[in-house]
């Protein structure tokens, strides 16, 4: 546990460290991407610990999180020991969340296969007059006004549920010797009222918002004193803060939406030559024979992309089609956004059309996380500035 520090400096070049019970206590490294149990634990929360050390969001030299999910990805490799844990803790998953974790989602990694790219691939004038639209960069800037941003924000906090006092949490513990060593195992938990005679003392609220937000500070007292919930900072003063931040956070980005504007960046583009370095894995079974694309395959996520593929790939008026690699992102205020489908058309006239469309989500894009609907809004305008026609579609049908 010696040197922490210089261990997480990129300039180490040490990538794997062995530790034998820094996963359940004292590590605070988010960039962990590897797990390798070699003992066979039988505690449910050590098990826990174990595999939240590596959930966590990993953090980039810059600082920043990174929600790249090629980058962002945890492999256990476990022991048997593991097999009822991981179904249980899938099915917990599943009630809290509704995402299931049936045979389409869980994958045996030797069942991969690397897509190929087709010869001549980097000759076909069809692909080099669509690659030529769609692979330059782009930087955006953001508008907006600021007295939008305090109406907005008011106006959610203001509406927010009621702020409750805050209550102690008591749990009793008692030490267990096994093999393995020490354990913990929870024997009672309850709560209690706080007791105070003025009540809470009153943090930075503006310093806690800012440091969360960036937004001057004039800005923020407004909001705070215009929502008329300022009193509720002496019932709990953490969660009236919470609540101000995701407020304030909501009524931002659906501005930053609204006043996002891309422009291309000269000289600064994707190299065709990454379709060769940045080989493509996929799993056999989301894997789609294809005619009309640079690959002999493409993968699918989706019953939706499957069924668009398949369509596309059989239509006369669409001279080609690709699915967009990984590597192939825009930035957005709210992360990176990796696009679908890039197509060149026929239209009745015989003009040719270049069009990027997406396909992620459910069939409909309301019904998609706000987050990540508002990446795709955002993402797709990245094309209007390169003059590419984009759209959200459900399938092959609309384009």
């Known amino acids: 546990m010696k040197d922490k520090e210089r261990l997480l400096d990129p300039n180490v070049p040490l990538r794997f460290i062995f530790s034998h019970s820094a996963l359940r206590e004292g590590w605070d490294n988010p960039n962990v991407f590897q797990i390798c149990t070699l003992n066979e634990t039988k505690s449910e929360l050590k098990k826990r610990q174990e595999i939240g050390r590596g959930m966590r969001l990993p953090v980039q030299v810059s600082g920043e999180r990174c929600f790249d999910t ?100 008591v749990s009793k513990a008692q030490v267990e010797m096994s ?17 105070r005679d003025e009540g809470p003392l009153v943090p930075d609220l503006i310093g ?11 800005t923020l007292a407004r909001i705070l004193i215009e929502s008329g919930r300022l ?23 659906e501005l930053l939406i609204q006043g996002i504007k891309y422009e291309k960046v000269a000289g600064d583009e994707y190299e065709m030559v990454l379709f060769e370095n940045k080989e493509i894995e996929g799993y056999l079974d989301r894997m789609l024979e294809v005619d009309n694309s640079i690959t002999n395959l493409v993968e699918y996520d989706s019953n939706i992309e499957r069924q668009f593929a398949e369509s596309i790939d059989k239509r ?48 409909d894009l309301t019904k998609l996380r706000q987050s990540e609907r508002d990446k795709i809004v955002c993402g797709l305008r990245h094309f209007d500035a390169l003059g590419v026609d984009y759209a959200h579609v459900k399938s092959a049908a609309e384009v």
């Open 208 to 218: 806690h918002l800012q440091r969360g937000l960036e937004l001057r500070r004039s």
């Open 179 to 195: 093999r393995e060593g020490l354990d913990t195992v929870l024997v009672r938990t309850g709560e209690a009222e706080m007791a």
């Open 316 to 363: 006369d008026d669409i001279k080609l089609f690709l699915k967009l690699p990984s590597w192939f992102t825009v930035d957005t205020p709210i992360g990176s956004y990796n696009p679908d489908w890039a197509l060149v058309k026929e239209d009745d006239d015989g003009v040719r059309l270049y069009l990027v469309r997406e396909t992620k989500g459910t069939t």
């Open 70 to 169: 090629d980058v962002n990805r945890l492999t256990v490799i476990a022991n048997e020991a593991y097999e009822d844990f991981a179904r249980a803790l899938q099915k917990e998953i599943s009630d809290e969340t509704g995402v299931e974790f049936g045979k389409e989602r869980i994958k045996n990694r030797r069942k991969r296969q690397t897509i190929q790219l087709k010869k001549g691939w980097n000759a076909d004038p069809e692909f080099l007059a669509l690659w030529e639209r769609i692979k330059h960069r782009t930087r955006y800037r953001v508008e907006f006004d600021t007295d939008d941003l305090v109406a907005r924000s008011k106006q959610l906090l203001a509406a927010s549920p009621a702020v409750v006092e805050p209550k102690l949490r």
């Open 231 to 253: 009193s509720d900072v002496r019932v709990n003063p953490q969660e009236f803060i919470a609540r101000a931040q995701t407020a304030t956070r909501q009524a931002l980005d």
